[in-house]
């Protein structure tokens, strides 16, 4: 969600060495003081160091880990803690580098790099960029380039390192020219725009014209008002229906190439032949300079140097003068003038360019949209394309990269102090990135018919594939498999819940128990899966190989105790039960995972899982099953429908809620019990036997009154649970607490952790204790009851807690614990006799599950999106705003509905709108796929084009444009059966008209989304729902992949279609991989949140700084989770009075942000406005408007102007334009915030009252005074009403309201002495004066939630006690909350996001 990102996490490759030049290992020094007093004070804090910090018991991820080894006391935590946070600040020191023809420099270096890292660095810098084949040596020794510095002898501060030419090898050679040919391509975008080498766009630098220098001081020259351009372009101004999509993308005047060379390829005289190869030479290029010069030039072990080849005769001898030197670059400047003179100048360029702005990010991010882009000669490009590009490069010499064995062999590294963690989880993050980016290359190659199938005699839909150690399926039902399950539309579900599986799975990380590495991709309409291979599984067949689980869906099963013993610990984090099923035999077989899930020992001896799609239980608003009633509440809400398969299974999300919120009531429960208990005892001092009876029967029956509502009622008695219960899913916690935990449960639950990373915030506990008086002492009951086994406990207290236990479904009788058994339901599984009484109660759970998800989650999300902490701006946030609730897409239509019958409809209009958008872009998704699988290769752009006419432009009768004939051969043989997947010849696609596409999308509405769309074309839909073309084109593009030209399209002529096959550009893949977390760097960020939370800024900004520096070391420089965490540094800094190192880190939060989720995601956009609020504090107030300017672009291309958070991007250009005097502009904006905020918080919310007061004080530097009271009363009338007569908001407006009346009584007596006397008037000089700066930023400040109040010390140290002292009172919740989500009562000290 906007505004809620501060907490998602997310991925990138190695530690880029562009930041060690960059960045002087400052941090490091002052690091071993703070590392002890930190950790310290955590654990004064309230919660124990072991738990935030850096889990020390091998729980790494914050999941329930069965991990017994600890008994959650802080103190023994303690002193390893330290050491591990001092272990990783190895101090820094300098070195000095001499290369040859360059005057020594220093560079800082840390003991922990390698030699290999300085290379980088010596490749990377303006002066020594163009060497590649050299060593470092010390005191004339060679250094090993995978030492680490600190294993040199010798190697100190000062000492000098030389820099040596080495002789050239083949290989060698080919890397020379490779990283020439990327130096002289550095400032090129073309690689972004075609989505290769991870590679991605970012416009920042377009905005700021280079202002925000490395310290965010600037030239001073922007003082005098007078030069500021402040006129928006006419597309911005609120009103405007111009929506172009030109400025998506404006032209960086640096991407203007700077010509060096003109053509730089190999020659047809390669390879050298045998007597040449004996005088050295490697390989021969040829090259064409900017003076028209053609050379010819041998690569030898020497260097380079000109020959005298031409085109068509070969020639090897040196010409005179050979110009021989080591460089290509020295040879080139040697020839061509040009070449130096814009070599130079480039260099220069690139090495000015911000790092971020050119590092790689760990993932590729697809634009789509790009201008025409000229396709230049590039050798190495084409070398690529054409080789299988597995061979020298990789890190295997000669080669291919063993997948399976590197996603393994990391996953064994060890991890028990932080260094080896960091290390682990930097190596998995790395294999993860390259094996991610391996399938996708590979998935498109199979789906383009360039790699040769396994079983090629097979019909294409069945054919199976192996590229570079990667194993290829395509998304169809192949031999029926799926039949039972729904066909092409399991195995199109299928692969994804498999992806789901392995991330849970991977998250849990159990040692000894190995996943495939898994990537989903969707390309050209159709699915791939990518899966490294188990070493063995090819020579064998799979009946033989699999010994745990089943693969013909139940109907032959069988176990492995081994299989057993690793999955039961992954049972309580993921909640899934222990059963046993029958066999063919009739044999009962324990399981503890879903039938289809495969065990296999493979040939390394590693346990694998493999097929985890039903790793989570099924959805029974989804799956229809004879002779099952669902709950009331589902049944209302028109439950259970039938869906295209059966495969749909609950999101883990909403499991962990389901799970916290029965535990709730597991509480809430076991509490009223006590408290009848303790009433009986008062009443009967005399403890007579039939007394005791009654108080038994009673808590009984009350049992028996909870067990038999359904969840609903359960939700009701739960009152205070389930408003706040979003997402905080904490469960588990207090019962199985910290002391040594029974038998029966498996192992101590890490008391801060839960998989989600949510918690719940100590407030809402304290709420539930002072409701229910007897929770305390359930807690402690309960409590005790686990530790002590039950022996000590009176048998009175047990019942109650057996009894509580009953109700809520808990399978162990004397703790709260609930899973879930994932075979309830599946075609084909049976139960033995013996666990059928166990099976009704999972079914009532999956039921109850089922209706908690309509009757609760729906509920609250759509709660907190009319309070506004949810607030999606496309279909991507709404997804993520969906799915943090464990609300699946499916239920879209659902969700939709729900809003509609919603009272206050209207401040949902924009949370709708977005709805049907997504809705209507996903429906049209669905037919797209198949629509795509019928269109041969050479008619693709013809049939995209023809696809986004139908659906987008307002022509009639759009026609398409098959290929032309004089390509179509006539003697076309029709015997070839096996094609590649992707070449049916079929023109059906051609046949389909707007109409025929709008019946389709509204019928897979209703069948799909059970949602009734009432619209026969595009401009229907437009008009009805308020859409926006150019958000669907947007949507549609992202979602299938398509990539279009950058142009104004013409939707609405009726005369000819919006899109030509010319338009379309490009379609890429659509990847879905895990992403592997920094675990201990996130403990840091979230204690550092907390901290700041609670008021301790300070230490929350050392905390953050030092989760930056883990998630650095984790996932290298970019990253989505470092994203978050510079915005929140840039915060601090801000909120400390540090505006410049604020502007520095919000500028890199803003290029991470570009280059890793997109130049328009939606987060991009916040950061955007972030940055201009701290230009404006550092006095760059054009800047600041053109970021704003930007930001609002990007809001009205992405969801249109009628959006809640339209009102705070035009209050803060508003306040902008009022501090440099544009008062009309000023308005405008101003008033429409002010309409907006009146529509989406109601006209007597006190941002409305500021809306008010904003433009009354505009009004009143223009002397409109009469205007400006209106205004002012408005807003003074809404103080009254909310806050009352005293507050001092109330008091601010009323005195301002008295300033306003005597300036217009001014005015007033002015002109009438104007009118009495004429020219001659005595006229007193009216004071009308320019807002002043301060004043302005102040308003800023409260509008985007900073607000300073000015603290005593004593305040204070109050403040610092009443923290303390309610840490210590609720040790229950031990939670950390994402900073907004918390409504703590400091709100008025801290900003709230």
Same mark, same amino acid.
């Given at each position: 969600m906007?505004?809620?990102?501060?907490?998602i996490?997310?991925?990138?490759?190695?530690?880029n060495?562009v $930041?060690l030049?960059?960045?002087p290992?400052?941090?490091a020094?002052?690091g071993?003081?703070t590392g002890?007093t930190?950790l310290?004070?955590?654990?004064?804090?309230?919660?124990?160091?072991?738990?935030?910090m850096?889990?020390?018991?091998?729980a790494h991820?914050?999941?329930?880990?069965p991990?017994?080894?600890?008994?959650?006391t802080?103190?023994?935590?303690d002193?390893?803690?330290?050491?591990?946070?001092?272990?990783?600040?190895d101090?820094?020191?300098?070195?000095?580098?001499?290369?040859p023809?360059?005057e020594?420099?220093?560079?800082?270096?840390?003991?922990?790099e390698?030699v290999?890292?300085?290379?980088?660095?010596?490749m990377?810098?303006?002066?020594?960029?163009?060497?590649?084949?050299?060593?470092?040596q010390?005191?004339?020794?060679?250094?090993?380039?995978f030492?680490?510095?600190?294993?040199?002898e010798?190697?100190?501060?000062?000492?000098l390192?030389?820099?040596?030419?080495?002789?050239?090898?083949?290989?060698?050679?080919?890397?020379?020219v490779?990283?020439?040919?990327?130096l002289?391509?550095?400032?090129d975008p073309?690689d972004?725009?075609?989505?290769?080498?991870?590679?991605?766009?970012?416009?920042?630098?377009?905005?700021?014209?280079? &202002?925000l220098?490395?310290?965010? !001081?600037?030239?001073?020259?922007?003082?005098e008002?007078?030069?500021?351009?402040?006129?928006p372009?006419?597309?911005?101004l609120?009103g405007s229906? &111009?929506?172009?999509?030109?400025?998506?993308q404006?032209?960086?005047k640096?991407?203007?190439?700077? *010509?060096c060379?003109k053509v730089l390829?190999m020659s047809?005289?390669?390879?050298?032949?045998?007597?040449?190869k004996?005088?050295?030479d490697?390989m021969?290029?040829n090259?064409?300079?900017?003076e028209?010069?053609?050379?010819?030039?041998?690569?030898s072990?020497?260097?380079?140097?000109?020959n005298?080849?031409?085109?068509?005769?070969f020639?090897?001898?040196?010409?005179n003068p050979?110009?021989?030197?080591?460089?290509l670059?020295?040879?080139?400047?040697?020839i061509?003038?040009a070449?130096?003179?814009?070599?130079?100048a480039?260099?220069?360029?690139?090495v000015?360019?911000?790092?971020?702005?050119?590092?790689?990010?760990?993932?590729?991010?697809?634009?789509?949209?790009?201008p025409?882009?000229d396709?230049?000669?590039?050798?190495v490009r084409a070398?690529?394309?054409?080789?299988?590009r #597995?061979?020298y490069?990789?890190?295997?010499?000669?080669?291919?990269? &063993?997948?399976n064995?590197?996603l *393994?062999?990391t996953r064994?590294?060890?991890q028990?102090?932080?260094?080896?963690?960091l290390?682990r989880e930097?190596?998995?993050f790395?294999? @993860?990135?390259?094996?991610?980016a391996?399938?996708t290359?590979?998935?498109?190659?199979v789906?383009d018919?360039?790699?040769?199938a396994?079983n090629?005699?097979?019909?294409?839909?069945?054919?199976?594939?192996?590229?570079?150690n990667?194993?290829?399926?395509?998304?169809?039902d192949?031999r029926?498999?799926y039949?039972?399950?729904?066909?092409?539309?399991?195995?199109?579900?299928?692969?994804t819940?498999?992806l789901?599986g392995?991330?849970a799975?991977g998250?849990?990380?159990?040692?000894g128990l190995?996943?495939?590495?898994?990537?989903?991709?969707?390309?050209?309409?159709?699915?791939v899966?990518?899966q490294?291979?188990?070493?063995?599984?090819l +020579?064998r067949?799979?009946?033989?190989s699999?010994?745990y689980?089943?693969?013909d869906?139940?109907?032959t099963?069988?176990?492995h105790s081994?299989?057993l013993?690793?999955?039961?610990?992954?049972?309580?984090?993921l909640?899934?039960?222990?059963h046993?099923v029958?066999?063919?035999k009739e044999?009962?077989?324990?399981?503890?995972?879903?039938?289809?899930?495969?065990?296999?020992i493979?040939?390394?001896?590693?346990?694998?899982?493999?097929d985890?799609?039903?790793?989570f239980?099924?959805?029974?608003?989804?799956?229809?099953?004879?002779g099952?009633?669902?709950?009331a509440d589902?049944?209302?809400?028109g439950?259970?429908?039938?869906?295209? @398969?059966r495969l749909?299974?609950l999101?883990?999300?909403?499991?962990?809620?389901?799970?916290e919120?029965r535990y709730?009531l597991?509480?809430?429960?076991?509490?009223?019990?006590?408290?009848?208990?303790?009433?009986n005892?008062?009443?009967?001092k005399?403890?007579?036997?039939?007394i005791t009876?009654?108080?038994?029967? /009673?808590?009984?029956?009350?049992?028996?009154?909870?067990?038999?509502?359904?969840?609903?009622?359960?939700?009701?008695?739960?009152?205070?649970?389930?408003?706040?219960e979003?997402n905080?899913?904490?469960?588990?916690?207090?019962i199985?607490g910290?002391?040594?935990?029974k038998?029966?449960t498996?192992?101590p639950?890490?008391p801060a952790?839960?998989?989600?990373?949510?918690?719940?915030?100590k407030?809402?506990v304290?709420?539930?204790?002072?409701?229910?008086p007897?929770l305390?002492q359930?807690?402690?009951l309960?409590e005790?009851?686990v530790? $002590?086994?039950?022996s000590?406990?009176?048998?009175k207290?047990?019942?109650?807690?057996l009894?509580?236990c009953?109700?809520?479904g808990?399978?162990?009788?004397?703790?709260?614990?609930i899973?879930?058994n994932?075979d309830?339901?599946?075609?084909?599984?049976r139960f033995?006799?013996?666990?059928l009484?166990?099976?009704?109660?999972? /079914?009532?759970?999956?039921?109850?599950s089922?209706a908690?998800?309509v009757?609760c989650?729906?509920?609250a999300?759509i709660?907190?999106s009319?309070d506004?902490s949810?607030?999606?701006? &496309?279909g991507?946030?709404?997804? +993520?705003?969906?799915?943090?609730?464990?609300i699946n897409?499916?239920y879209?239509g659902?969700?939709?509905?729900?809003?509609?019958k919603?009272?206050?409809k209207?401040?949902?209009e924009?949370?709708?709108?977005?709805?049907i958008?997504?809705?209507?872009?996903?429906?049209?998704?669905?037919?797209f796929?198949?629509y795509l699988?019928?269109v041969e290769?050479s008619?693709?752009s013809a049939a995209v084009?023809?696809?986004?006419?139908?659906?987008?432009s307002?022509?009639?009768?759009a026609?398409?444009?098959l290929?032309?004939?004089?390509?179509?051969s006539r003697?076309?043989?029709r015997?070839?059966r096996?094609?590649?997947?992707?070449?049916?010849?079929?023109?059906?696609?051609a046949?389909l008209?707007?109409?025929?596409?709008?019946?389709?999308?509204?019928?897979?509405?209703?069948s799909?989304?059970?949602?009734?769309l009432q619209?026969?074309?595009v401009?229907?839909?437009?008009?009805?729902?308020g859409l926006?073309?150019?958000?669907l084109?947007?949507e549609?593009s992202v979602?299938?992949?398509?990539?279009i030209?950058?142009?104004?399209?013409n939707?609405?002529s009726?005369?000819?279609?919006?899109?030509?096959?010319?338009?379309?550009l490009?379609?890429f893949?659509?990847?879905k991989?895990?992403?592997?977390k920094?675990?201990?760097?996130f @403990?840091f960020f979230?204690?550092?949140?907390? !901290?700041?939370q609670q008021?301790?800024l /300070?230490?929350g900004?050392?905390?953050?700084?030092?989760?930056?520096?883990?998630?650095?070391?984790?996932?290298?420089a970019m990253?989505?989770?470092i994203?978050a965490?510079?915005?929140?540094?840039?915060?601090?800094?801000?909120?400390m009075?540090?505006h410049p190192?604020?502007l520095?880190n919000?500028q890199?939060?803003?290029?991470?942000s570009?280059?890793?989720?997109?130049?328009?995601?939606?987060n991009?956009?916040q950061?955007?406005?972030?940055l201009?609020?701290?230009?404006?504090?550092n006095?760059?107030?054009?800047?600041?408007l053109?970021?704003?300017?930007?930001?609002?672009?990007l809001?009205?291309?992405?969801?249109?102007?009628?959006?809640?958070?339209?009102?705070?991007?035009?209050?803060?250009?508003g306040?902008?334009?009022?501090?440099v005097?544009?008062?009309?502009?000023s308005?405008?904006?101003?008033?429409n915030?002010?309409?907006?905020?009146?529509k989406?918080?109601?006209?007597r919310?006190?941002k409305?009252a500021?809306?008010?007061?904003l433009?009354?004080?505009?009004?009143e530097? /223009?002397?409109e005074?009469?205007s400006a009271?209106?205004h +002012?009363? $408005?807003?003074?009338?809404?103080y009254?009403?909310?806050?009352?007569?005293?507050?001092?908001?109330?008091?601010?407006?009323?005195?301002?309201l008295?300033y306003?009346t005597?300036?217009?009584?001014?005015?007033?007596?002015?002109?009438?002495?104007?009118?009495?006397?004429g020219s001659?008037a005595?006229?007193?000089?009216?004071?009308?004066t320019?807002?002043?700066?301060?004043?302005i930023?102040?308003?800023?400040?409260?509008i985007?939630?900073?607000i300073?109040?000015?603290?005593s010390?004593?305040?204070? +140290?109050n #403040?610092?006690?009443?923290?303390?002292?309610?840490?210590?009172?609720?040790?229950?919740?031990?939670s950390?909350?994402?900073?907004?989500?918390s409504?703590?009562?400091?709100e008025?000290?801290?900003?709230?996001?």
């Amino acid at each position: 969600m906007v505004s809620k990102t501060d907490d998602i996490p997310a991925s990138v490759p190695d530690c880029n060495p562009v $930041e060690l030049s960059d960045e002087p290992g400052d941090g490091a020094q002052d690091g071993k003081e703070t590392g002890r007093t930190r950790l310290k004070d955590s654990c004064g804090c309230g919660h124990s160091a072991n738990t935030a910090m850096v889990n020390e018991d091998g729980a790494h991820e914050h999941t329930e880990e069965p991990e017994s080894k600890h008994n959650g006391t802080a103190d023994g935590g303690d002193e390893s803690n330290e050491q591990e946070v001092i272990v990783i600040q190895d101090t820094g020191f300098t070195v000095k580098i001499q290369a040859p023809g360059t005057e020594p420099f220093d560079l800082q270096v840390s003991p922990q790099e390698m030699v290999q890292e300085i290379h980088q660095v010596l490749m990377d810098r303006e002066d020594t960029c163009h060497r590649t084949c050299f060593s470092l040596q010390l005191d004339g020794n060679v250094l090993d380039n995978f030492a680490e510095l600190k294993s040199i002898e010798g190697l100190q501060e000062g000492s000098l390192l030389k820099v040596v030419e080495e002789p050239y090898t083949v290989r060698e050679a080919r890397i020379h020219v490779r990283h020439i040919r990327d130096l002289l391509k550095s400032l090129d975008p073309s690689d972004a725009y075609n989505g290769v080498d991870c590679n991605s766009l970012s416009f920042l630098s377009v905005f700021t014209d280079g &202002d925000l220098g490395d310290s965010g !001081k600037r030239k001073k020259k922007g003082n005098e008002l007078e030069q500021i351009d402040c006129t928006p372009p006419e597309h911005i101004l609120p009103g405007s229906k &111009d929506r172009p999509v030109v400025p998506l993308q404006p032209q960086n005047k640096d991407w203007k190439p700077m *010509q060096c060379l003109k053509v730089l390829t190999m020659s047809g005289w390669n390879p050298p032949p045998g007597n040449r190869k004996m005088h050295g030479d490697l390989m021969y290029l040829n090259m064409v300079t900017v003076e028209e010069r053609h050379v010819s030039v041998t690569a030898s072990t020497r260097g380079f140097y000109l020959n005298q080849s031409t085109t068509y005769t070969f020639n090897p001898k040196p010409t005179n003068p050979s110009f021989l030197s080591h460089s290509l670059v020295e040879l080139l400047s040697q020839i061509s003038p040009a070449f130096k003179k814009n070599f130079t100048a480039l260099q220069k360029k690139r090495v000015q360019r911000h790092p971020f702005e050119r590092i790689a990010t760990p993932f590729q991010l697809y634009s789509w949209t790009a201008p025409q882009v000229d396709h230049a000669m590039d050798c190495v490009r084409a070398e690529d394309a054409y080789t299988s590009r #597995l061979g020298y490069e990789e890190h295997i010499p000669g080669q291919t990269r &063993d997948w399976n064995e590197e996603l *393994q062999t990391t996953r064994e590294l060890p991890q028990k102090n932080l260094p080896e963690r960091l290390l682990r989880e930097r190596a998995i993050f790395k294999v @993860h990135s390259d094996f991610a980016a391996a399938a996708t290359r590979g998935a498109m190659a199979v789906i383009d018919g360039n790699v040769m199938a396994i079983n090629p005699g097979e019909e294409t839909r069945m054919q199976m594939f192996i590229w570079n150690n990667i194993f290829f399926s395509l998304g169809f039902d192949v031999r029926d498999h799926y039949h039972e399950l729904g066909g092409d539309a399991a195995a199109h579900a299928a692969p994804t819940n498999d992806l789901n599986g392995v991330r849970a799975y991977g998250a849990v990380d159990v040692e000894g128990l190995y996943t495939l590495g898994t990537v989903v991709v969707d390309y050209r309409g159709y699915r791939v899966t990518a899966q490294s291979i188990i070493p063995g599984i090819l +020579e064998r067949e799979q009946e033989q190989s699999v010994i745990y689980g089943s693969i013909d869906f139940g109907k032959t099963v069988v176990s492995h105790s081994k299989y057993l013993e690793l999955l039961d610990k992954t049972s309580r984090p993921l909640k899934v039960q222990r059963h046993k099923v029958l066999n063919e035999k009739e044999e009962a077989v324990e399981l503890c995972s879903s039938v289809e899930c495969k065990g296999i020992i493979g040939n390394d001896g590693r346990h694998y899982i493999l097929d985890l799609l039903r790793t989570f239980p099924p959805d029974l608003n989804f799956l229809p099953v004879c002779g099952e009633e669902l709950s009331a509440d589902s049944q209302c809400q028109g439950f259970p429908r039938q869906h295209r @398969h059966r495969l749909a299974c609950l999101r883990q999300e909403l499991i962990e809620a389901f799970v916290e919120h029965r535990y709730l009531l597991f509480m809430k429960m076991a509490a009223l019990q006590l408290m009848h208990q303790k009433a009986n005892k008062d009443l009967n001092k005399a403890d007579t036997p039939a007394i005791t009876d009654t108080s038994e029967e /009673k808590s009984n029956a009350d049992t028996k009154q909870i067990t038999a509502t359904d969840s609903s009622t359960a939700t009701r008695v739960s009152t205070h649970g389930t408003d706040q219960e979003d997402n905080s899913t904490d469960s588990q916690t207090v019962i199985e607490g910290e002391g040594n935990s029974k038998p029966t449960t498996n192992g101590p639950v890490d008391p801060a952790g839960t998989p989600n990373g949510q918690f719940k915030s100590k407030l809402e506990v304290k709420e539930l204790e002072e409701s229910i008086p007897g929770l305390a002492q359930a807690k402690e009951l309960a409590e005790t009851l686990v530790a $002590e086994d039950g022996s000590g406990v009176d048998p009175k207290s047990r019942e109650v807690v057996l009894n509580a236990c009953k109700a809520v479904g808990s399978i162990s009788n004397t703790s709260f614990d609930i899973r879930f058994n994932p075979d309830i339901f599946s075609p084909g599984v049976r139960f033995p006799d013996d666990s059928l009484e166990d099976v009704q109660k999972q /079914k009532q759970l999956l039921k109850d599950s089922a209706a908690f998800l309509v009757s609760c989650q729906i509920p609250a999300l759509i709660k907190d999106s009319l309070d506004h902490s949810t607030l999606p701006l &496309d279909g991507v946030t709404l997804t +993520e705003a969906l799915h943090q609730r464990g609300i699946n897409v499916r239920y879209l239509g659902t969700v939709l509905e729900f809003v509609d019958k919603t009272p206050a409809k209207a401040q949902l209009e924009h949370f709708y709108r977005i709805g049907i958008m997504e809705l209507i872009t996903r429906c049209a998704k669905h037919i797209f796929r198949t629509y795509l699988q019928g269109v041969e290769l050479s008619a693709l752009s013809a049939a995209v084009s023809h696809f986004l006419n139908c659906f987008l432009s307002s022509f009639p009768d759009a026609v398409a444009h098959l290929p032309p004939d004089e390509l179509v051969s006539r003697r076309k043989s029709r015997k070839r059966r096996n094609r590649v997947p992707g070449a049916g010849d079929n023109t059906a696609w051609a046949s389909l008209t707007p109409s025929e596409l709008w019946k389709n999308i509204t019928s897979e509405a209703l069948s799909y989304y059970h949602f009734t769309l009432q619209c026969e074309s595009v401009d229907q839909v437009v008009e009805k729902y308020g859409l926006q073309k150019i958000t669907l084109l947007r949507e549609i593009s992202v979602k299938t992949g398509i990539q279009i030209l950058l142009k104004e399209y013409n939707f609405d002529s009726r005369h000819k279609p919006a899109f030509t096959e010319e338009d379309i550009l490009n379609i890429f893949p659509v990847v879905k991989h895990v992403n592997p977390k920094a675990s201990d760097a996130f @403990h840091f960020f979230q204690s550092g949140q907390a !901290k700041v939370q609670q008021g301790f800024l /300070k230490e929350g900004c050392e905390l953050i700084n030092e989760a930056l520096n883990l998630f650095n070391n984790v996932y290298g420089a970019m990253h989505v989770e470092i994203c978050a965490c510079l915005r929140l540094l840039a915060r601090l800094n801000y909120i400390m009075g540090d505006h410049p190192e604020a502007l520095s880190n919000q500028q890199k939060a803003v290029l991470m942000s570009e280059r890793v989720l997109g130049i328009e995601h939606p987060n991009t956009i916040q950061e955007y406005m972030h940055l201009a609020l701290y230009c404006f504090a550092n006095g760059q107030l054009s800047t600041a408007l053109k970021l704003l300017y930007r930001a609002r672009y990007l809001m009205l291309l992405v969801c249109g102007e009628d959006h809640p958070e339209m009102a705070l991007i035009d209050n803060n250009i508003g306040l902008v334009l009022h501090g440099v005097m544009e008062y009309d502009l000023s308005l405008r904006f101003l008033e429409n915030a002010l309409t907006s905020n009146t529509k989406y918080h109601g006209p007597r919310s006190l941002k409305v009252a500021l809306s008010h007061h904003l433009v009354a004080r505009v009004y009143e530097s /223009k002397a409109e005074f009469r205007s400006a009271l209106q205004h +002012e009363k $408005e807003g003074y009338t809404i103080y009254k009403n909310q806050m009352g007569e005293a507050h001092e908001k109330t008091k601010e407006s009323s005195e301002y309201l008295k300033y306003l009346t005597q300036q217009a009584v001014a005015l007033q007596r002015t002109m009438n002495e104007i009118y009495k006397n004429g020219s001659n008037a005595s006229i007193m000089p009216l004071k009308f004066t320019a807002p002043s700066m301060a004043s302005i930023l102040e308003q800023l400040n409260i509008i985007n939630g900073i607000i300073f109040i000015p603290l005593s010390q004593k305040d204070l +140290e109050n #403040l610092k006690a009443e923290v303390q002292r309610r840490q210590q009172l609720h040790e229950l919740g031990k939670s950390e909350e994402p900073i907004e989500d918390s409504p703590l009562e400091l709100e008025d000290k801290i900003p709230v996001d």
